[in-house]
């Protein structure tokens, strides 16, 4: 392979005569030579260069239910193109019918997906080796809703209800846990599965009476549509209910033994994705608009405003997690029954990668 010595040697010399100094050559000799280099290098034939380019990994990032504010990172880091500086092409896709998120992660289906702590606890207990990676949204902001006429404003209140199940173990093992620490009995409470249906409509149907959701999302959505409703949020019941992870970033034991360079690069652009959103929480709102044309603008604007402060929160920075809040969670499980084998919550997640 020439080197670029060489290369000039041979464009302003003919062979067997001393070769010139580049900065002696005419000025439009020069223009050729810079011109032939410049082809050189960009088909990668000077030493060093002669390389292909790599092409990027192809990832798959699986979400836990339609684009919103809580995946605004994802598409943020996928717009402005920082997945690809990472060498990745990042695939976004949504839930189907062969199995959870974290079911298709743990079977190498999927590299990533959004998840929850409850999820991912229960799956480590049944043995599925996946672990979570970042906390998306720092506390939890969960919450159950329903109509104000139909009364519900603390666990005890769920007897004799209807509640809109999306079909998860972990559904039941977390309401019948609140409702028991309530003085109430769960076999009292009956699941309705309304599997990916709008919750929302749901209860305004009065197919059921009681549904799960995100505040930031459902709970404005609510306030939108003009509905009166109550919300019995899960982090006001801290005496029967510990604070943990919801939603949270999982992989799989074997993809961060195997490939711990993936996940470093994956969650270093995503990391910068979620930072974005929460400096900038308008432009980010506009980035998840383009990705998600079935939602509703003003939604994910009004959304976007009220998350983005709490996906960092009180924590030294994004993503972060601790021991303890996976200690507390996975001990009031186990507790209460709800697990099938303990485990190990040192386990369970990693801040390794962590930028």
């Not at 836990?64 to 997945?83: F, K």
Request: proline share 8%.
């Amino acid at each position: 392979m020439v080197s670029v010595t060489q290369v000039w040697s041979l464009l302003i010399s003919p062979p067997g005569h001393p070769a010139a100094r580049p900065a002696s050559a005419p000025g439009g000799l020069r223009l050729l030579v810079s011109l032939t280099l410049l082809g050189l290098v960009a088909t990668g034939a000077l030493v060093g260069c002669g390389r292909a380019p790599q092409a990027p990994v192809k990832v798959t990032v699986m979400l836990d239910w339609t684009p919103n504010t809580n995946h605004t990172g994802l598409y943020v880091a996928e717009d402005r193109g920082w997945y690809r500086e990472q060498g990745l092409e990042v695939e976004i896709v949504q839930p189907g019918q062969g199995g959870t998120p974290v079911q298709l992660v743990a079977t190498n289906k999927a590299d990533f997906a959004i998840s929850f702590q409850e999820e991912v606890t229960n799956a480590r207990a049944t043995g599925i080796p996946v672990v979570s990676i970042a906390a998306i949204i720092q506390h939890n902001t969960s919450a159950l809703i329903s109509l104000e006429d139909r009364g519900i404003t603390r666990p005890k209140d769920l007897e004799g209800k209807r509640y809109g199940a999306f079909g998860l173990p972990i559904e039941e093992q977390v309401l019948g846990g609140l409702m028991e620490c309530d003085g109430a009995d769960p076999k009292r409470l009956e699941f309705v599965n309304i599997g990916s249906s709008d919750p929302l409509t749901a209860i305004q149907q009065r197919d059921v009476d009681v549904a799960w959701i995100f505040e930031g999302w459902e709970g404005i959505e609510a306030g939108r549509r003009g509905l009166s409703v109550d919300l019995l949020r899960l982090s006001d019941w801290p005496q029967c209910l510990p604070d943990y992870y919801t939603p949270v970033l999982v992989t799989s034991e074997s993809t961060i033994s195997r490939r711990p360079d993936l996940v470093r690069r994956f969650l270093a652009a995503t990391a910068r994705g979620y930072r974005f959103a929460i400096e900038r929480p308008a432009e980010a709102a506009e980035i998840l608009i383009r990705y998600a044309p079935e939602a509703d603008p003003e939604l994910i604007r009004q959304s976007q405003a009220w998350l983005s402060p709490r996906y960092q929160a009180d924590a030294p920075r994004w993503g972060e997690q601790k021991q303890s809040v996976w200690q507390a969670y996975a001990q009031w499980m186990s507790e209460r029954g709800l697990l099938a084998e303990p485990i190990d919550p040192a386990r369970a997640f990693t801040n390794e990668f962590l930028p």
